[in-house]
């Protein structure tokens, strides 16, 4: 089967899956297809699917990945390879420009909400919608069978806290693992609380990869996009909590610890802490 067949079926199977949308009129196009199946992907609830449905995304969701580019760890050059770069941990660490869903990493993180199940928006440019989207809809299933475990656990008003994150299987990304966090939201203005709350986002992820043998990580630039964290002093914490946490734990527990940027704006701000 080809990859336009792939997606002509999925698309089908997908409208019929949604009592909503199951009248749903796409276009004949490529794009206008891929469109209409990341948008039902989207908006669908966590709940199981047929699994020749399941086998059928997975094979085509794979090899959009392949179509995109993967890129690997040995194709990230650290940043003593990059910019001569002379700091703590300079053959450890790494700056890349780019879309992480593309990392095949041991793990990476997703700015996730405090419900935890992605980002219901059809389309949206959230890394939560993009991870979700090219990982497939086990990944929100799997989310919703976490957070129901702690709602048994905490009461049926349970949301993920600030800082707390959740590991899951990486399914049609290249990343084996991605670590769910839930960053801080700056409501009016910035506080040492808000920035103590962003450092141990980045703490906690770290020694979740530790626990679970997670030797690279990439980490996106945690609340500053609708969360509204300053961009400036958020690459500021993540660059010093990072530092700390590696002179604290010793050479040998990462490989590799990587800072994605999307915009050139924060790569200008990650390269002048860098350099």
């Known amino acids: 089967m080809t990859q336009d067949e792939r997606l002509d079926l999925l698309v089908e199977r997908f409208k019929a899956d949604s009592a909503y949308y199951k009248d749903l009129r796409v276009g004949s196009g490529t794009e206008e297809k891929r469109t209409a199946l990341r948008s039902l992907m989207n908006v669908r609830p966590p709940r199981p699917m047929d699994g020749q449905t399941l086998l059928l995304q ?29 700091r703590p941990f300079a053959d450890k660490l790494s700056l890349w420009q780019g879309d992480i869903t593309r990392l095949a990493l041991d793990a990476i993180v997703n700015a996730a909400n405090a419900q935890m199940l992605g980002c219901f928006q059809p389309m949206h440019t959230c890394i939560d919608n993009c991870i979700h989207s090219f990982a497939g809809v086990e990944l929100r299933l799997e989310c919703e069978r976490q957070m129901a475990a702690l709602r048994a656990r905490y009461g049926q008003d349970y949301e993920q806290p600030t800082a707390r994150p959740m590991l899951t299987d990486g399914y049609n990304l290249p990343a084996r693992r991605v670590i769910h966090v839930v960053g801080p939201i700056v409501q009016h203005r910035l506080t040492r609380g808000l ?59 990462m490989d590799r610890v990587v800072f994605n940027v999307h915009g050139d704006g924060s790569r200008v701000l990650y390269e002048g802490l860098l350099r």
């Open 58 to 86: 997975d094979e085509y969701l794979r090899e959009r990945s392949a179509e995109r580019g993967v890129v690997t760890l040995g194709e990230i050059p650290t940043i003593r390879e990059q910019y001569g770069s002379a």
């Open 195 to 253: 920035e103590r709350d962003l450092a141990d986002c980045y703490r906690n992820v770290l020694d979740l990869c530790e626990e679970n043998a997670l030797r690279s990580v990439a980490f996106c630039c945690i609340s500053t996009g609708v969360f509204r964290f300053p961009a400036d002093r958020a690459a500021e914490i993540a660059v010093e909590t990072v530092t700390a946490w590696l002179t604290a734990h010793g050479d040998g527990t």
